[in-house]
């Protein structure tokens, strides 16, 4: 298929013929597995590029999208509109195709040859083996899809047409009753208002899609959104604010929604070890009169400064990035030149025209190292269209090869074609693994529903078991929690028996070295599920008869009674002072501050700390991380105290 390129001899001729032999895997696209390839040109000249061309360049919309039209009429309709279009790439895709797979010679579509080669190529599209043709001659061994949520995935060869977890419906449209609907019939789980119940939904979909062989989960995501974590209790009332109004919840809770439902995703690709693709700019009907997916632009004030939080939050996580168009391309190559889990993705829509394609890879080539890009994706809803888009990438990516590494940096025609070959196919293997070439599952994750199990590098379980531990102090909003317990700041993994998402996150049975990597002796160190001393004769047999000796805390110093008979006083109470002291910032030494204030002060502190009736979900985490660190710097306070006391009485006693 070359011959129709018309690659003048050169470095830029061999590359692209070396290019052009890679069996490609193509690693994004719409395709339906079911209907892969076209059965008329209806189904090719339908592609939205060229009904929104046709409509921008004149033609009424209701000629186009007319629902009483058959295929060969609407063909005939677009055929009359397409001479405006002759100067753009996407016309020249129609043309390829035409050409390629339809033996037409002609370079222009128009009114008088359109009807014969409708009927030609109806007839051979109409060949059982159509589709396999399509990718036979387009040297294209498998095909990303874009699955809904809900799609069973069964009925097509998951090797060829490889299935990706599609999340916009749940992240954006959560709200719609009818998403719900379609959630809860495919999960088997009702969203009852629990956080829980969301996150089991969404992890049940996690186990149904890599288990039937998904390679990525993927989003678009409008300019507007910026990903952050949602804490649990912000997050349970927007769930219940959208469960009880659905669309009519206040747009504040929809957005605290879909942020908690993509953070959950991002940590269930964590957890399972999918990439996620992001794909980001896309305002939704800018042009609500347009055509059928002709609506839609990309904004220029999108930033990925917006994603900051998510890609230090999941440094395991990767996240194969496109942007819509060109002018956030120099952010992206920015972005994975420093982040190691920012991948630069494809040329996606309106960035997916030679001359942006050619400065945008050039840049990505001199500038993010080459394991972390993947040149290109078609897109497509067709197959048909994989060849043409494909070697419109494959030609400007061979000028790009041709001049800035061979004309410029003097490299080898053969090493220019290895970079090509590694932008092109093998970093998409690399960076969307087959899931049995992963290692070995987390313990306990044999247990699930699903016969076969995901596939989770040792170490991303790990850390996905330490964020659950971490989560497990968010969880206590609820007052039954038994805080104090909870408290022993000696057992941090010792974790609740209710709580929201986190038994989800943590194995039953942890493996010795997931126990190991939390660093912590043993993670059973509480069965909390058969409560003690709580009766009354409980408590009553924990009281011992004499207080209760707490040794010499300042191990060789006697306190109490040293102080009182210094100071000549009867009884010793710690005061403000003690623990405001401060050195004079001229002569360094200590001085008493002048201001008197409540004298009880310390002992004041030392009970706010370990009151109960003080902790909110909030502080709870921060007494914990602060705990020993208060009791320490408090005994550290107390016997500086002392030594103060001594030295100050001996000066005392000098003068
Ligand atoms: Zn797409």
Redesign the pocket.
């Known amino acids: 298929m070359s011959e129709s390129s018309n690659v003048n001899n050169g470095p830029k001729s061999e590359i692209y013929e070396a290019l052009t032999s890679i069996r490609l895997i193509d690693p994004?696209?719409?395709i339906n597995p079911h209907s892969p390839a076209s059965s008329t040109l209806a189904d090719l000249l339908g592609y939205h590029y060229y009904t929104e061309l046709a409509h921008s360049s004149g033609m009424p919309k209701s000629r186009i999208e007319d629902p009483s039209i058959g295929p060969k009429e609407l063909v005939e309709r677009l055929v009359g509109g397409l001479q405006p279009l002759e100067n753009t790439a996407q016309y020249s895709w129609l043309i390829e195709i035409c050409r390629t797979f339809f033996g037409f010679e002609e370079d222009r579509l128009h009114l008088n040859n359109w009807e014969a080669l409708y009927d030609r190529s109806e007839q051979i599209m109409a060949s059982a083996q159509w589709s396999e043709t399509v990718l036979d001659q387009s040297n294209v061994q498998a095909v990303f899809l874009?699955n809904d949520f809900d799609d069973a995935l069964e009925g097509f060869d998951t090797d060829t047409y490889i299935p990706c977890l599609r999340t916009d419906d749940l992240v954006f449209h959560l709200a719609k009753p009818e998403v719900r609907g379609r959630l809860a019939t495919c999960t088997g789980i009702e969203l009852d208002g629990s956080l829980e119940s969301l996150r089991s939904s969404l992890k049940q979909r996690f186990e149904h899609f890599v288990s039937r062989g998904a390679r990525a989960c993927a989003i678009?995501i409008p300019p507007s959104f910026a990903p952050t974590p949602v804490p649990d209790g912000r997050a349970s009332t927007a769930l219940n604010a959208v469960l009880q109004k659905g669309l009519a919840a206040d747009a504040s809770h929809r957005d605290a929604l879909s942020r908690r439902v993509f953070w959950t995703l991002a940590e269930l690709c964590d957890e399972f070890g999918l990439p996620f693709d992001l794909?980001i700019g896309v305002n939704r009907q800018v042009y609500p009169e347009g055509v059928f997916q002709g609506q839609d632009l990309y904004d220029s004030r999108v930033s990925l400064i917006q994603y900051r939080e998510l890609f230090n939050s999941f440094p395991n996580v990767k996240f194969p990035i496109s942007v819509l168009a060109s002018v956030t391309n120099q952010e992206l190559v920015s972005y994975a030149w420093i982040f190691p889990n920012v991948i630069a993705n494809g040329h996606?829509?309106y960035s997916n025209t030679p001359s942006f394609i050619s400065r945008d890879a050039a840049a990505r080539l001199e500038a993010i190292p080459q394991t972390k890009q993947i040149g290109y994706?078609s897109?497509a809803y067709k197959l048909e269209f994989i060849w043409p888009k494909f070697d419109m990438y494959r030609q400007v990516l061979s000028g790009v090869l041709s001049d800035q590494f061979v004309g410029q940096r003097g490299w080898s025609v053969e090493r220019a074609v290895e970079l090509g070959r590694r932008v092109l196919r093998d970093n998409v293997e690399e960076i969307f693994p087959r899931p049995e070439r992963a290692a070995a599952p987390l313990a306990g994750e044999a247990e699930s529903d699903e016969a076969q199990s995901p596939s989770i590098p040792g170490a991303l379980g790990v850390a996905t078991a330490v964020a659950g531990v971490t989560e497990i102090v968010e969880s206590f909003d609820t007052p039954e929690t038994s805080v104090p317990e909870t408290l022993d700041t000696d057992s941090p993994a010792a974790g609740p028996s209710s709580d929201d998402d986190l038994s989800l996150d943590i194995d039953a049975l942890p493996g010795d070295e997931e126990v190991q990597e939390l660093g912590v002796d043993d993670v059973e160190l509480i069965d909390d599920s058969a409560p003690e001393g709580t009766s009354a004769e409980d408590l009553a047999n924990l009281v011992e008869e004499d207080s209760l000796d707490v040794g010499n805390l300042l191990e060789d110093e006697e306190p109490a009674p040293e102080i009182t008979q210094l100071r000549g006083e009867s009884s010793f109470s710690p005061d403000d002072e003690s623990l405001q002291l401060e050195s004079d910032p001229t002569t360094g030494e200590f001085t008493l501050p002048v201001d008197g204030s409540d004298s009880n002060n310390d002992e004041e502190e030392f009970i706010t700390i370990n009151d109960a009736s003080d902790l909110t979900a909030d502080n709870v985490e921060e007494l914990l991380e602060d705990s020993d660190e208060s009791k320490a710097a408090e005994a550290e306070v107390e016997e500086f105290d002392l030594d103060f006391l001594d030295e100050d009485d001996e000066g005392k006693e000098a003068t």
Request: glycine content about 0%; overall charge negative.
């Open positions: 994004h696209s719409h874009t678009s794909m996606w829509w994706y897109d």
